[in-house]
Each structure stands twice: as structure tokens, then as C-alpha cells.
């Protein structure tokens, strides 16, 4: 049976729960263990779907379709096991199962309450599908005390009981915070934090303090005493200069070791940890560097872009060079004094991402006619590859309308919403003005490739499947006239109905594609589509 890993957060929010919890997954793997990360989120949206990327940053799409906390993303980029639905819960999900229960009747009678028909939900949830695991590590949002998360601290508070204490262990991170004025580390936060833990029963057994100074030994005996906790499980977690450390780090601070022997557990040999030394190593030591651009909407937030901020940091690795990231906000492009070409010169690389709404698309448009006609190297992903469709109609096709559904009605609908298509489950359906949550081609799909096109070589193959999240399609009504003027879909779902990927064989490196390659690329496995991307900044960064 599985071994269940509960961590909580205290004193503030990021503290990096989402990143100690992948980096303790990973470290568990290294030693050979089955591991899998869950998060419970304590708010009321159904899914982040919904959400703004400003409110709570990227939403991490899963193979199977689920609209995910982006800390999904960290699970699966760390520890490479793909992420599901049901890995990540919300509070909004939980009460809609239950109240869609109570309406059928499913109580009989009795009256439905927090405990315990939603903590027996948060608990089911915790341990579905978890038969063939070593350890699951469930991560609670939020930060102890909130109310909203009380049934989730309540849950694990049972299951401690219904499991047995071999098989459950509780890591609580905290703020150990420097007060410039003393002079000193201060652990009074982390000693409310654990006594508003233990308060709701829950003692943690390994407690991790991040702080910015290294924690004297002073500290963290106190630490260990005021919160009942041994010394060696006060861990001390000082911030590193890239994630990608942050599970070595850890390892030699013990966390890995401790957490085993919580469980009772003698660990045996050491992790092997050669692959993150060498992810590491190619951070540290570049051989070269290129600046690329992202042209974008959501640029005040780099959270926003998340997994297209590491899979460039991967397409870095896997060519040995560091990758600047310039975030610009396309909007700039939009006032009629801006100098556009000024602004996009110095960039090796050009890459417009994801985004929803007309907000910005012209400016975008302007950084896709600039990368095409000057051949600097350009990816556009999701919104991106609909933009650059809407250029070439526009500057090549003659087709001066050329525009999107997203954005009102148009004579010239380029980019056009699909009410149907198909997916391994069979035809989907939805319905022009219907619900936002949840309507989207959403998650895994394949896509058949050209033999003979640039993006079969990116892939070496030509059938692919990849993540997708979007509502609008490049128009196949416009396929020909696209293709003539220079753009070819190269990229198309099996019944060949909608278009996946477009390119420009008359350019060094001109890709657009309908899904999100990002989600999926990991250090180790950089994605084929970013590999080769700064592979082509990198040629660039040589002619400039
Ligand atoms: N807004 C576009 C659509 O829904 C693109 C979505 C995206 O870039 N993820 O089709």
C-alpha cells in the first residue's frame, strides 16, 4: 500500500510548497521509489480554468484534459510522471460532487455536512488510485489558518488515523524570516504557524524552514524544541539561483533521509542524482547566449508563463546556452509612434505565446510580420500560430479582413470557433455562447505531420500528440489560398480537418503550433520544438 506524504504551508503564501513537494517527489525516485504529487486547492472555482492568469498564474493542462494549478506543471517537469485529472482537486469540485449528490438523493435523508461528507470526499480523493505507488505526496494551497482549508487539514488529520502513523507523514514549510534591524533569523512565525497546525491535530513530523540566511544551529534547536519536532527534521531550505537545484539542495540538507526515517524507513543507498548534476552542470556552464522575445499579453506576471518560461530554460539545455528572456508587452506595438523594428532588432528570437481576447493581437501581428520578413527565427504557440495565419492572410494572401471570431464578427473569419470535432472518446460537441469553464479541446491529441516538412525533422516522426486548450481553429476554408502565399500546414488532426501545425519552408525557422508543446517539455527531455528553437536563435545570434 502507499506511503501518504502531506504537506502543508505556513506563516505566507510562496514559499516554494509546490517546488519542495516536486523536489522530495524526485528525490524519493531517485532512490527507486513510485512516486505521484496531488494538490488540493482550498478555493471554489471548479477548476483554475476559469481564472485569470493574473489571479492564479498558467493553467497546467493535463494528457487527459484537466485544467490544473500550475504546480502540476513542476510535478511533472521534476519527477516526469504525467500529471491526470484526478491529481488535483479544488474545494469548488468537492461541494459540486456533493451537492450533485444530495440533489439525486444519494443521502438518504441524512443531513450533509463538513465532516464528514467533505472530508470523505477530500479523503477518497487523496486515495483513489494510488494501489500501485510507493509514496503520494498530497500538497494542501493555501496557507495554515486559512478557513478555507480547514477540511482539507481536517481530512489529513483522519487519515493519519485510518492509515496508521507508519503510513503517513506530515512536512509543514515555513517562513524563518531576517529582520534586517536585529540582525537576526526569527522563528517565533514558524512556532504560531506549528501551534495553529497542531491545534487542528496535526503534528508535523519534518518541518521546512525557508529562510534567506543560512539557519544557525542555535535556531534550529529552538525551532526543534518549541514545535516538537527532532533537530535533524528542522531543515533548513535557503533560496537557490535556479529551480532546477532546488532538489539537490535539498538532498544535502537531509530532507529525503528524514522523511524516510518519519516513515520508519532504514534508506538504503544514495539517490542517484546524475541527472540533475548534469541539468545543473549546463546551467552553470554555458557555451553560449541568446536573447529571445516573448511577445505577449500576460507579461507583467512571469507565473502567467510558466512552462514557456522552462521549456526555453530546456531548449537553453539542450543546446549549452543560457536563454534570455525578454517579456514584452505587445501593446507597445499598438501606439502609432512605436518603433517596432527598434524594439525587435537586438532579439535572436521571436516568440508569440498563448493568450485569450483581442486585447494585444495587433502588436502581435506586427512582431510576426517583422520576424517573417527580416527571418529571424519565429514560434508561435496556440494564439500565436492563429496570429500568424491572420498576418500572412493579411501581407501575403491579400486577404485585408483576415481576423478572428475571437474578436467580434468578421467578413474574413481566418480563425473561426468549431462547434464539433473529434476525440478518442468520439465526436465532441459544444455550443456557440455555452459555458466557458471546461469547453475546450482540451488536453492530449494527435496530429499527422508531412514527411517532407521541417516539423517532421523537429519531431523525427511523423505522428505526434500533444496538449491543446483553446476554442478557435485555423479556417480550412482559407488552407489554399495560405499555402500559395507561402505558409504550409504541415501539421493536421488525423481526419484531417483541423490544422496543427504551419510553416514557411522559405524561412530559417518559421513554426506555428495549435497545441502547447510547452506543458510537456522536462530538463532532461527538452522539447523537440524549443530544442530546436534556440538551436535556430543560436545560428541568428551569429549573424547579428
Ligand atoms: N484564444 C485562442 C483560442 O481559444 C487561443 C487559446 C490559446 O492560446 N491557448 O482558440
Keep these: 500500500m502507499a506511503r501518504f506524504i502531506f504537506i502543508t504551508g505556513g506563516v505566507v503564501s ?19 521509489f513510485k512516486v505521484r504529487i496531488r494538490k488540493f486547492d482550498p478555493y471554489l472555482n471548479v ?9 492564479h498564474g498558467e493553467v497546467y493542462v493535463t494528457d487527459d484534459g484537466a485544467e490544473t494549478d500550475l504546480d502540476l506543471g513542476h510535478y511533472e517537469r521534476f519527477t516526469g510522471v504525467s500529471a491526470r485529472q484526478t491529481d ?65 487539514v481536517e481530512a489529513i488529520r483522519q487519515l493519519r488515523n485510518d492509515l496508521g502513523r507508519d503510513q503517513t507523514v506530515f512536512v509543514h514549510v515555513t517562513l524563518v524570516p531576517f529582520i534586517a534591524a536585529a540582525g537576526e533569523l526569527k522563528t517565533k512565525p514558524t512556532q504560531h504557524s506549528v501551534k495553529e497546525l497542531t491545534s487542528l491535530g496535526v503534528q508535523p513530523d519534518v ?31 535557503l533560496d537557490a539561483k535556479s529551480i532546477y537545484e532546488v532538489p539537490l539542495q535539498y538532498h544535502a540538507e537531509n530532507l529525503d533521509f528524514e522523511v524516510l526515517r ?39 506576471l512571469p507565473d502567467a508563463y510558466k ?63 517583422f520576424a517573417r520578413e527580416r527571418k529571424v527565427p519565429f514560434f508561435g504557440i496556440c494564439f500565436g500560430m492563429q496570429m500568424a495565419c491572420v498576418e500572412g492572410a493579411r501581407n501575403l494572401a491579400g486577404i485585408a479582413q483576415a481576423s478572428s471570431t475571437e474578436f467580434g464578427p ?38 499527422v505531420l508531412a514527411g517532407n516538412s521541417h516539423a517532421a525533422a523537429i519531431y523525427g516522426g511523423t505522428r505526434i500528440t500533444e496538449r491543446h486548450r483553446h476554442r478557435w481553429e485555423v479556417n480550412t476554408a482559407y488552407r489554399e489560398r ?47 520544438l524549443f530544442a530546436g528553437f534556440i538551436e535556430a536563435a543560436l545560428r541568428q545570434s551569429r549573424l547579428v
Design 307 to 369: 512552462s514557456l518560461n522552462e521549456a526555453l530554460v530546456h531548449g537553453g539545455m539542450a543546446n549549452r546556452v543560457k536563454v534570455n528572456i525578454q517579456w514584452i508587452d505587445a501593446e507597445l506595438f499598438e501606439a502609432p509612434e512605436s518603433d517596432v523594428a527598434a524594439r525587435l532588432e537586438p532579439l535572436h528570437a521571436i516568440l508569440v505565446p498563448g493568450a485569450f481576447g483581442e486585447r494585444g493581437a495587433e502588436g502581435k501581428i506586427q512582431a510576426i510580420r
Design 14 to 32: 510562496s514559499l516554494g510548497k509546490g517546488l519542495m513537494a516536486a523536489s522530495l517527489a524526485a528525490l524519493l525516485q531517485a532512490r527507486g
Design 410 to 447: 468578421t467578413e474574413e473569419p481566418v480563425v473561426g470557433i468549431i462547434e464539433e470535432w473529434m476525440s478518442a472518446e468520439g465526436r465532441q460537441k459544444r455550443e456557440a455562447g455555452g459555458d466557458l469553464g471546461g469547453t475546450m479541446r482540451l488536453g492530449a491529441y494527435e496530429a
Design 88 to 152: 488535483n482537486v479544488t474545494s469548488g469540485r468537492i461541494y459540486q460532487q456533493i451537492i450533485t449528490r444530495e440533489r439525486r438523493g444519494d443521502y438518504l435523508g441524512a443531513t450533509v455536512q463538513v465532516i464528514p461528507h467533505v472530508t470523505d470526499a477530500i479523503k477518497e480523493f487523496a486515495l483513489a488510485e494510488t494501489g500501485d505507488l510507493d509514496f503520494v505526496l498530497c500538497e494542501i494551497g493555501g496557507t495554515v489558518g486559512d478557513i478555507e482549508s480547514l477540511p482539507f
Design 47 to 55: 477548476d483554475p480554468g476559469t481564472m485569470s492568469p493574473y489571479q
Design 482 to 528: 495560405l499555402e500559395t502565399s507561402g505558409l504550409t500546414f504541415s501539421g493536421m488532426s488525423p481526419d484531417g480537418e483541423l490544422p496543427e501545425i504551419v510553416e514557411r519552408p522559405d524561412h530559417p525557422w518559421f513554426v506555428g503550433v495549435q497545441f502547447h508543446p510547452e506543458l510537456k517539455s522536462k530538463p532532461f527531455d527538452p522539447h523537440p
Design 207 to 237: 518541518l521546512v524552514c525557508r529562510c534567506e540566511h543560512p539557519l544557525p544551529d542555535a535556531e534550529r534547536a529552538k525551532i526543534a524544541a518549541f514545535c516538537n519536532v527532532r533537530k535533524e527534521a528542522v531543515i533548513p531550505a
Design 262 to 300: 518519519a516513515f520508519g524507513i532504514t534508506p538504503g543507498l544514495a539517490p542517484d542524482l546524475r541527472r540533475w548534476h548534469d541539468i545543473v552542470d549546463r546551467l552553470h556552464h554555458p557555451e553560449g547566449e541568446v536573447t529571445v522575445g516573448v511577445v505577449g499579453k500576460y507579461v507583467g
